[in-house]
């Protein structure tokens, strides 16, 4: 089985693919400082909840956007579940070409999002990512990586408007019926939830003019059903689509070599 480790900004989420399907997905708050251990005793019991063991895990991968964090994330795969992790980064094989000035410097979770749209919906298209940034990723027809567009996201949006202006509440985010808002709050969600419908519009009309022709437009992260409720652009939501990214790319790469004897006997674990 695959354990996929989607670690942006937010939070990490790890995830079970058994060759079939998902079995089971999980997240937790991204610290940089969270310990290797600490990892394991959440994962394993949610692992042991589902009815699957440590020793059924054969392989990892990880896509991260927060350096500071990989080194426990690579230490939680090697220590506990006795494999070297495939690390996403722009010099593997992706089967597409990166077409932007500076490849290496493209975030993970972009590439990933790239890979499994074309891989499942064929380009040209248009990911929009709604997570601690809002990305929009645009694939060519071969599933070549044309570039984007990064925003900040609405919870970056809401946290500043509150810390800036003295007055203004911390508030929630929804889909107000009425545009006009006739309170503090409900002018505030207002701004939020049709500014950013507002931004997508926008962007992903300028996108397709830049373009030259059509784009589907497939959404994924957690707010993505919310703001697809409030958009005919959004054709498409996926939750899946980083992990699944992940999932392909363990599959176009040669998994690295583990050598068990780098790690002192107190790490080692019984995997049967």
Same mark, same amino acid.
């Given at each position: 089985?695959?354990?996929?480790?989607?670690?942006?900004?937010?939070?990490?989420?790890?995830?079970?693919?058994?060759?079939?399907?998902?079995?089971?997905?999980?997240?937790?708050?991204?610290?940089?400082?969270?310990?290797?251990?600490?990892?394991?005793?959440?994962?394993?019991?949610?692992?042991?909840?589902?009815?699957?063991?440590?020793?059924?895990?054969?392989?990892?991968?990880?896509?991260?956007?927060?350096?500071? $964090?990989?080194?426990? #994330?690579?230490? /939680?795969?090697?220590?506990?579940?006795? &494999?070297? %992790? =495939? +690390?996403?980064?722009?010099?593997?094989?992706?089967?597409?070409?990166?077409?932007?000035?500076?490849?290496?410097?493209?975030? $993970?979770?972009?590439? #990933?999002?790239? /890979?499994?749209?074309?891989?499942?919906? &064929?380009? %040209? =298209? +248009?990911?929009?990512?709604?997570?601690?940034?809002?990305?929009?990723?645009?694939?060519?027809?071969?599933?070549?990586?044309?570039?984007?567009?990064?925003?900040?996201?609405?919870?970056?949006?809401?946290?500043?408007?509150?810390?800036?202006?003295?007055?203004?509440?911390?508030?929630?985010?929804?889909?107000?019926?009425?545009?006009?808002?006739?309170?503090?709050?409900?002018?505030?969600?207002?701004?939020?939830?049709?500014?950013?419908?507002?931004?997508?519009?926008?962007?992903?009309?300028?996108?397709?003019?830049?373009?030259?022709?059509?784009?589907?437009?497939?959404?994924?992260?957690?707010?993505?059903?919310?703001?697809?409720?409030?958009?005919?652009?959004?054709?498409?939501?996926?939750?899946?689509?980083?992990?699944?990214?992940?999932?392909?790319?363990?599959?176009?790469?040669?998994?690295?070599?583990?050598?068990?004897?780098?790690?002192?006997?107190?790490?080692?674990?019984?995997?049967?």
């Amino acid at each position: 089985m695959l354990l996929a480790v989607d670690a942006g900004n937010t939070n990490v989420v790890f995830a079970v693919h058994d060759g079939e399907e998902w079995r089971g997905r999980w997240r937790i708050a991204t610290r940089a400082d969270r310990t290797s251990d600490e990892y394991a005793v959440w994962l394993l019991a949610l692992l042991n909840h589902c009815g699957l063991k440590a020793s059924e895990i054969t392989s990892c991968a990880i896509g991260t956007v927060v350096p500071a $964090a990989l080194y426990n #994330l690579r230490r /939680l795969s090697r220590e506990w579940f006795n &494999t070297e %992790p =495939l +690390v996403a980064r722009a010099d593997l094989s992706w089967g597409f070409d990166i077409e932007v000035d500076r490849p290496k410097e493209v975030g $993970a979770d972009r590439l #990933l999002n790239a /890979l499994a749209a074309h891989y499942h919906y &064929t380009g %040209p =298209l +248009v990911v929009i990512d709604f997570g601690t940034a809002t990305t929009f990723d645009v694939v060519g027809p071969t599933g070549a990586y044309l570039g984007g567009v990064i925003a900040p996201g609405i919870n970056l949006s809401i946290e500043a408007l509150h810390r800036a202006a003295a007055r203004l509440p911390r508030i929630g985010i929804g889909r107000p019926q009425a545009v006009i808002g006739r309170d503090t709050v409900p002018a505030m969600q207002s701004g939020i939830y049709w500014g950013y419908v507002g931004l997508i519009e926008g962007l992903v009309t300028r996108i397709k003019g830049e373009f030259g022709g059509p784009l589907k437009v497939i959404a994924t992260g957690g707010l993505a059903p919310l703001f697809a409720e409030g958009t005919t652009m959004i054709e498409r939501t996926d939750p899946d689509i980083t992990l699944e990214g992940l999932r392909l790319l363990a599959e176009r790469n040669p998994a690295p070599i583990f050598h068990r004897t780098t790690l002192p006997d107190s790490l080692k674990i019984e995997t049967e």
